[in-house]
């Protein structure tokens, strides 16, 4: 594996490459760049908290690119921190993975676990699609059946957090009432899930939950026969010239499919121009157009009196659509892992955070919204 080193922040150039990708500067791909040294100037200060990696691309070349060194290994110092995969202050497990460029993704996870459903969908390894109920992927462990909510429940509404189950993660992750904590402390995460009763008709309401996301990786592996780091590996990691990854495993031995991938921030910037390309890379289809539109939908708005608000497509958000067409895309994962892709804009932008024990002084959101979107002409 890469190891992590100190970078300084790489200036481009019209021609060269950085980790695969072509290079070009702010300026020749049309981009203000005094609006983005103002946002690294802010990052420097420490107004967005701890962020540890900021990169752009636009038509398809770095043209932004600044890392930013931490000392974790002090900071988590007088926390004493375990040597465990779910102890968010340990250095060895985060943000980075055991002194290397891999950087824990966290529910963007989720996003990247979509596409592997996509890419079965599209070999035929899942003959009905979205359309297939959960629970025919389970039955190896007997589900309750006897509700019939859980009969009707299918793979959309799974991938739509949509499901229907009984589920509890609008509490903090510091609360040990968090379903999403007490699935991390289980010994068998697929039956934890499905130990959980219905509350509602699925498909009908939006409820963040985790633990659908660790269904769906199980799905995958029942529809492949391999486990999806495995089945990752070789469909969508090396087609994109991403050699290095890790993913955690569950005490069962399955992968964390909810937040336990890690990958560099090139390589995250990778998945999401894949996206941005409706799921071609370099000439070659990785995944169907038709799963890359379905997957951004959006399907359902976060809050239903707000129609035109945050929607959820598969395992992605889509925070902003303006008359039915999507603006922005993007995953989201804890700590401040923001992979965003701008359509109408040809760009991609990636942050890297570990805003975990405070909160920043001024939200991504804010740079993103009024600074990078302006910037870009």
Known sequence: MRMLVALLPITLTACGSVSGWPTSTLEAEGIDSTRIDAVVADIEAGDYGRVDHFLMVRHGKLVCDHHFPRDYAAMSAALDPKDEPYDYDHPGWHPYYRGTDLHTLQSVTKSITSICIGIAIDEGLIPDGVQTPAMSFFSDFEPDMSDPRRQAMTLEDLLTMRSGIDWNESIPYTDERNSCVQLELSDDWVRFVLGHPMREDPGTKFDYNSGVSVLLGKIVRVATGRRIDDYAREKLFE???????????????????????????????????????????????????????????????????????????????????????????????????????????????????????????????????????????
């Open 239 to 377: 087609p994109l010239g991403i050699r290095d990854s890790y993913w955690k495993v569950t005490p069962c031995g399955e992968n964390d499919t909810e937040g336990g991938l890690y990958l560099s921030a090139h390589d995250l910037a990778k998945v999401v121009q894949l996206m941005l390309q409706k799921g071609e890379w370099n000439g070659r289809r990785i995944v169907s157009e038709r799963w890359v539109e379905a997957s951004i939908g959006p399907h359902t708005a976060i809050d239903p009196q707000q129609p035109d608000g945050v929607q959820y497509g598969y395992q992605w958000w889509v925070p902003v659509v303006r008359n039915g067409e999507v603006r922005q895309f993007q995953g989201s994962g804890y700590g401040g892992q923001y992979p965003i892709v701008l359509p109408k804009l040809d760009t991609v932008i990636v942050f890297n955070a570990w805003n975990t024990n405070e909160q920043p002084k001024k939200p991504l959101w804010n740079a993103v919204r009024n600074e990078l979107v302006p910037a870009i002409r």
